[in-house]
């Protein structure tokens, strides 16, 4: 385990689905954030949250919505999604300050559109 | 925007060799930090950089910073199967939040 814990592990959804994916992080740290890997792609950042508020919002399509509901725990809703949005979701926490110290991901939700 | 920049995308290695791959970035970084991320798993934090021109070493991982803090490398030696995976570097930019490169992806030929 790497501190930072998400689930499902796996997730295989309809277009017409809602579902919902977890992270919770056992660090201390104070800011979390989402993540999309793609095959053949770099790491895209999708939202982060510090202190609890959602500090950047990378021009991400409406159909995911992410909550933030303490420090520890940061949920990615998910809703009429496509199948190109098929990929690794990763979740990533850290202690922000002047120096970032590195980010500890979750072991990620490998999600399917079908 | 910053960007961060890596170089080669994909580096197939026969064991023991040696090799090196590189980071560039955009702007002048604060500080620079390495992932690896195995095959089927995620990124994992390797080393962070602050100093101008510093090295680290990490066992047959050595990680360098340029003396103008826009470009790191990392080098390999006796490369083994365990090196598979993609490499990434990774710097902050203006508000802090980390720029991540496209990776490097390794392979080893046994």
């Known amino acids: 385990e790497t501190g930072v814990t998400q689930t499902p592990r796996h997730l295989v959804m309809g277009m017409t689905n809602k579902k919902s994916l977890k992270c919770e992080q056992h660090?201390?740290?104070?800011?979390m954030y989402w993540y999309k890997q793609s095959a053949k792609k770099p790491l895209e950042l999708m939202f982060v949250?510090?202190?609890?508020?959602?500090?950047e919002n990378n021009s991400v399509p409406s159909r995911f919505s992410p909550e933030c509901p303490n420090s520890s725990h940061l949920f990615l809703h998910l809703h009429t999604l496509q199948p190109e949005d098929s990929a690794l979701y990763l979740c990533?926490?850290?202690?922000?300050?002047?120096?970032?110290?590195?980010?500890?991901f979750g072991s990620g939700t490998r999600l399917t559109v079908v | 925007g910053q960007q961060v920049m890596q170089i080669p995308q994909y580096q197939h290695v026969q064991e023991g060799e040696d090799f090196t791959t590189y980071c560039n970035s955009s702007?002048?970084?604060?500080?620079i930090q390495w992932y690896k991320q195995r095959p089927g798993g995620h990124p994992v934090f390797l080393i962070q950089?602050?100093?101008?021109?510093e090295v680290k070493k990490q066992k047959r991982l050595t990680f360098q910073f340029g003396e103008a803090k826009k470009n790191s490398s990392l080098h390999i030696t006796a490369t083994q199967t365990t090196d598979v995976g993609t490499y990434f570097c990774a710097g902050p930019g203006n508000d802090y939040k980390l720029s991540f490169g496209a990776g490097t992806t390794v392979t080893v030929r046994a």
């Open positions: 990533a926490s850290s202690q922000e300050g002047f120096l970032n110290y590195g980010y500890t």
């Open positions: 702007t002048t970084l604060s500080n």
């Open positions: 660090l201390g740290h104070n800011a």
């Open positions: 949250y510090s202190l609890e508020e959602r500090v």
């Open positions: 950089l602050v100093k101008s021109g």
